[in-house]
């Protein structure tokens, strides 16, 4: 017992070391996984406090930026309004058959149901392999774990993490998610995902004869349950073709500018559950 | 003033500087402006800076804080205390290599470029930092793939890294002021 003191004693330090790297470790390994919590986050509330205070001191510096991206969305909107005011009665009465559900010829009407939440952007990181942006609306304001967001100009990310008034942003430029995308054509449908260069998206394996240009848009696809379809991804920057196997590699940049981001929509899909239950059944069979 | 208070208030400063001015700073050193993105890590300057007679179990106790700390604003989870750990572990013996007399003499001095040199002094922190870099950029990417970019990495974040921490004992150093 007093040899064993006396080694303990001597090789103190060496233990204390490799006892607190086997915690970094643990805290590592916990983070790794895709459900996994991270016990130290920036959507803590002292942390998220210190980056509120932050945003409110340099915000009126990208007021003038803000205010153009903001200009050219109301834009984009106003355009699809006028498209919509004159086929809006007909698309009432297709939604108002299908339900009440008596005639047999098929209507395809669109279920999903979103509800838009503008959140301000706190603290943002560009340069990790999994980055993160924190956002100052939490659970109080009704975010919860898995809802989409995105900016006025493309996709930013999902909610990873969230407390009572602030939540993190696990964006597209992550190792941990991919996204399910489509071309403008609508023709093919394959994942996005970052490679080591946190600016640039790549869509692998796509087939050899498929005509791609550079600048071809990217959107998202209904078929993953996160993300409501056809939000812009990227554009099209490079295409190559992979030697080893034939297949066309894409390189996208994304649409968002994550290094100036300061608003954010926070999208909740309100038929996500019921989707979520219906494809969980046959997996518990 | 106060050692313990002076100590303090350095880790304020450095975690303060550190997460709302030096992480806005990305830089694309060597790569294509849609490249791989470094960032300058000036923290660890703490523990370097921390008196020469300084325990080993206090140094370790303080980086875990430290790196938790910046890994808590973040979101890196354990990577920042991990790469600091080692640094705090290893410092007693880089100082213990360079300094010419034995450390315990050494009565509430701290490292610093008047009582080292400037050349022992930059010896001290690059290799530090270059150990911290090189643990926190693999752990980071935790793969083998992508090796040239790590190296790349870790090379160019040193560098501005570097230059930070002259920046900052620039800064931080009282200046003795000689009148012709």
Redesign the interface.
């Known amino acids: 017992m007093r040899n064993f003191i006396l080694i303990i004693r001597r090789f103190?330090?060496l233990i204390?070391?490799v006892g607190?790297?086997i915690?970094?470790?643990?805290?590592?390994a916990?983070?790794?996984t895709l459900q996994g919590d991270?016990?130290?986050?920036?959507a803590?509330t002292a942390?998220g406090i210190?980056?509120q205070k932050?945003t409110d001191l340099v915000y009126y510096i990208n007021l003038g930026k803000m205010n153009d991206t903001l200009l050219s969305e109301n834009v984009r909107l106003r355009k699809l309004v006028d498209r919509y005011t004159t086929l809006d009665t007909l698309r009432d009465t297709m939604v108002h058959k299908a339900l009440t559900n008596t005639d047999t010829t098929v209507h395809i009407v669109k279920y999903a149901d979103y509800r838009y939440r503008t959140a301000k952007v706190i603290?943002n990181?560009?340069?990790?392999?999994?980055n993160?942006i924190?956002i100052d609306r939490g659970a109080k304001q009704g975010i919860t774990k898995g809802m989409a967001v995105i900016s006025s100009t493309g996709l930013v990310g999902r909610v990873e993490y969230v407390s009572a008034n602030f939540a993190?942003i696990l964006s597209i430029l992550s190792n941990k998610q991919q996204v399910s995308a489509k071309l403008k054509d609508g023709t093919f449908k394959s994942t996005v995902w970052d490679n080591?260069?946190?600016?640039?998206f790549m869509m692998k394996d796509m087939p050899p004869e498929l005509k791609i240009k550079r600048g071809d848009s990217v959107f998202t696809t209904p078929y993953g349950n996160t993300f409501p379809a056809d939000v812009l991804i990227g554009r099209v920057?490079k295409v190559e073709l992979n030697k080893k196997n034939g297949k066309q590699q894409l390189y996208l940049?994304p649409a968002t500018n994550f290094?100036n981001l300061q608003y954010v929509y926070v999208i909740e899909n309100l038929m996500s559950e019921e989707r979520k239950q219906l494809e969980e059944l046959p997996a518990k069979k | 003033m106060n050692i313990y208070l002076k100590n303090f208030l350095r880790f304020c400063i450095i975690i303060l500087l550190q997460v709302f001015i030096l992480n806005n700073i990305t830089l694309h050193w060597f790569t294509s402006p849609a490249g791989a993105l470094f960032n300058p890590f000036i923290y660890p300057i703490f523990i370097l800076l921390l008196p020469f007679e300084t325990p080993v179990w206090v140094l370790l106790v303080l980086g875990f804080s430290l790196g938790v700390t910046v890994d808590a604003f973040m979101t890196t989870a354990g990577m920042h205390a991990a790469a600091t750990l080692l640094v705090a572990y290893l410092r007693t013996n880089v100082l213990n290599a360079l300094m010419p007399r034995n450390l315990s003499e050494y009565i509430n001095q701290q490292p610093s470029v008047k009582n080292m040199g400037w050349t022992p002094f930059l010896v001290y922190s690059g290799f530090l930092l270059l150990l911290h870099h090189i643990v926190f950029f693999s752990i980071e990417s935790w793969s083998i793939s992508g090796f040239g970019p790590l190296l790349l990495k870790i090379g160019a974040s040193l560098v501005t890294s570097m230059l930070f921490v002259i920046v900052y004992i620039l800064l931080f150093t009282r200046q003795t002021v000689t009148r012709a």
Do not use: K, M, W
């Open positions: 103190f330090n204390l070391f607190l790297e915690v970094c470790f643990i805290l590592i916990h983070s790794r991270d016990l130290v986050s920036s803590n942390i210190a980056y932050q603290n990181s560009v340069d990790g392999i999994n993160y924190t993190s080591e260069h946190p600016d640039v920057a940049t290094r």
